[in-house]
C-alpha cells in the first residue's frame, strides 16, 4: 500500500476508535445500571487500546506523531448517547448504534488488512478485525436480550 494511502488510513481509524471510545464512554457515565455501565467502559477502554496500537503502527510507517483530541465529541451520528434516560426503547437504539460502528471498524480495518503488505501490518489488522468482531457480537447478543427483556440494560 501506498505509504500516504496507509497513513490516511491509518489516521482515519485512530478517529473513529476515539469517537468510539468517547460514544462508549458516554454511554458508561449516563448508565445506571453498574453491569451495562461497566461493559460499556471496557469497550471503551478496548477502543482506546486499539487507537494507541494505530499510532504505534502510523509512526513506524510515517514518522509521524497523530493526536487527536482525546475529548473530541462523539459522532454526530451517535446522538442517542446524548439521552438522559436509558430505558429499554433507547437501550436497544444505543447498541444498535455500537452495532453500526463496529460493522464500519470491520471493513475499514478487513480493507486495510487485504491492502497490507508487511508482516506486523497484517498482524494488526487481522487483531483489530477480530477485536471489533468480538465487540459487534457482543453487542448483538446484548440487542437480542434487550429484544426478548432479558438484558443487563432492562432498567424499565
Not at 121 to 128: H, N, P
Not at 130 to 146: A, D, P, T, V
Request: hydrophobic share 40%.
Amino acid at each position: 500500500m501506498e505509504n500516504s494511502v496507509m497513513t490516511g488510513a491509518l489516521k482515519k481509524g485512530i478517529d473513529m476508535e476515539f469517537q468510539t471510545r468517547n460514544f462508549y464512554l458516554k454511554v458508561s457515565e449516563g448508565i445506571k445500571n453498574k453491569k451495562a455501565s461497566r461493559v460499556m467502559a471496557g469497550m471503551a477502554r478496548d477502543e482506546e487500546d486499539h487507537a494507541n496500537r494505530l499510532k504505534v503502527l502510523l509512526e513506524k510507517v510515517s514518522g509521524e506523531r497523530y493526536q487527536p483530541d482525546p475529548n473530541a465529541p462523539p459522532n454526530p451520528k451517535f446522538k442517542v448517547a446524548e439521552a438522559a434516560v436509558y430505558v429499554q426503547a433507547v437501550a436497544k437504539e444505543i447498541v444498535s448504534v455500537g452495532i453500526f460502528i463496529e460493522t464500519e471498524s470491520i471493513k475499514h480495518y478487513s480493507g486495510l488488512l487485504e491492502a497490507a503488505t508487511e508482516k506486523a501490518e497484517k498482524r494488526l489488522f487481522a487483531d483489530l478485525v477480530k477485536f471489533e468482531e468480538g465487540h459487534k457480537s457482543k453487542l448483538q447478543k446484548e440487542f437480542r436480550k434487550l429484544e426478548l427483556r432479558e438484558s443487563l440494560w432492562d432498567i424499565a
